[in-house]
């Protein structure tokens, strides 16, 4: 091997395999290692440290190997200064950009660390000024901006463990995803998170899915943004459009959410509830107008909370306010992150997964699904502070809100 770097990794490196993994990414992108020095912990809480010399044939392929590796703490002992290549043209980097991970990053510039703004994945550094570096979408890219290219110059940190006010770590799901565990102490754990993220001043995101509706737990969520746990919202524009169908017609695509069964004509509820609202001009004005008296959407507008609805090609409709620019919708999303410090994804998988790519893994991250495969795919996909509850999302809601909206009844 022609080209080496030493880096160090610290954590609990044995029990969480961490170790492993990064050995592992160093082999599979076709570099070599050394293992210089490993300090175990002797208590359970006790840190590890190693130092490993990574090689590889090419500083191109130690590049890459080096980047990939830092998706787990991984930074070189010597990282250098970083360096900056123009973008050759509108939405497309160097090709030798450095890719960040959604760790807490900082770059080094003229002799000193500079702290990146918005830590994302899948993203490029742009330094607009030597004091300041943000990142930046292939797609937001402009040709000339000054991108930090290679692995040189940049360092990463992972996040603190989040502890509730008695000191306690909120890893209650550390183990593999699994529905054996006790739900309400789950719930409850939950809901003194979010008691502190308020008394904190930050915010509460939530991604949905259309099942809020469909298990009737509308009602349990229009709790919790009455009570203040919900600031911001993503979701597609199925959610709103069943919820809207519900208080419309009392019905989720055509069934009768009092009695569970169908009702005459009830599959054309929910693009006749999309065209009361296309005809308002936005949920907004139909909640003004007096068309939209109940439900998730008219709870938001009513007490002034942020929603961001991306749709998709399977849309009918769409609604008005939702975004049919995907683009558009992911620099809507963005704009409604800072200042959250909790984010809680409920019985959606693609806008969960969307969302994870776009937060920092300092925000910490509760997924709840009755589908295992919707935790496991969200952590897969890079948003490893993910903590998975699986779960009826209805029961999940209603004991939630049982919880922090103490004059909810189901």
């Known amino acids: 091997m022609k080209h080496t770097e030493t880096v160090e990794i610290r954590g609990h490196l044995m029990d969480s395999g961490v170790l ?10 076709g570099g ?48 250098g200064e ?17 890719s960040t991970t959604n760790l807490n990053t900082q770059v080094r510039l003229g002799g000193s660390w500079v702290e990146v703004e918005h830590p994302e994945m899948d993203c490029g550094l742009l330094v607009s000024d030597p004091g300041l570096v943000r990142t930046i979408p292939v797609s937001d890219v402009k040709s000339g901006d000054a991108i930090v290219c290679g692995a040189a110059g940049v360092k990463v940190e992972l996040p603190e463990k989040v502890a509730d006010a008695d000191g306690q770590t909120f890893e209650f799901m550390s183990s593999a995803v699994s529905s054996e565990k006790p739900q309400a102490l789950l719930v409850r754990q939950i809901a003194e998170q979010l008691r502190e993220v308020k008394v904190a001043g930050k915010k509460i995101l939530w991604v949905g899915g259309p099942a809020i509706v469909h298990t009737g737990a509308a009602p349990a969520m229009v709790a919790l943004v009455e009570a203040g746990f919900v600031d911001v ?50 949920i907004a004005k139909a909640v003004s107008d ?106 999940f809601l209603e004991q939630l809100a049982t919880e922090l909206a103490p004059s909810y009844r189901r």
Request: aromatic share 4%.
């Open 290 to 395: 007096g068309v939209l008296t109940g439900g998730v959407m008219h709870s938001l507008v009513t007490h002034g909370k942020e929603f961001v609805l991306v749709g998709s090609v399977r849309d009918d409709g769409p609604l008005p306010d939702v975004f049919t620019d995907v683009i558009e919708g992911q620099r809507a999303m963005r704009a409604a992150l800072p200042g959250v410090g909790f984010a809680i994804m409920v019985a959606t998988m693609l806008h969960s997964i969307a969302t994870g790519n776009i937060l920092p893994a300092s925000v910490p991250l509760v997924s709840v699904d009755i589908n295992p495969a919707t935790v496991t795919k969200l952590a897969d996909r890079g948003s490893a502070q993910a903590i998975g509850v699986i779960t009826d999302i209805g029961l």
């Open 20 to 29: 492993a993994k990064v050995l592992d990414d160093v082999l599979e992108y």
């Open 32 to 79: 070599d290692y050394q293992i210089d020095r490993l300090d175990l912990g002797r208590r359970h809480d006790d840190e590890s440290r190693a130092r490993i010399t990574i090689g590889a044939t090419a500083a191109e392929q130690l590049d890459r190997i080096l980047m990939r590796v830092q998706i787990h703490g991984v930074n070189q002992v010597d990282p």
């Open 82 to 98: 970083a360096s900056t290549k123009p973008a050759p043209s509108d939405g497309v980097f160097p090709d030798d950009f450095y």
């Open 233 to 282: 919202m993503f979701a597609g524009n199925a959610l709103a459009t069943h919820d809207i169908e519900a208080n419309l017609f009392g019905t989720s695509l055509g069934v009768d959410l009092n009695k569970g069964s169908g009702v005459p004509h009830g599959h054309e509820h929910h693009i006749r509830a999309i065209n009361r609202i296309r005809g308002c001009g936005s």
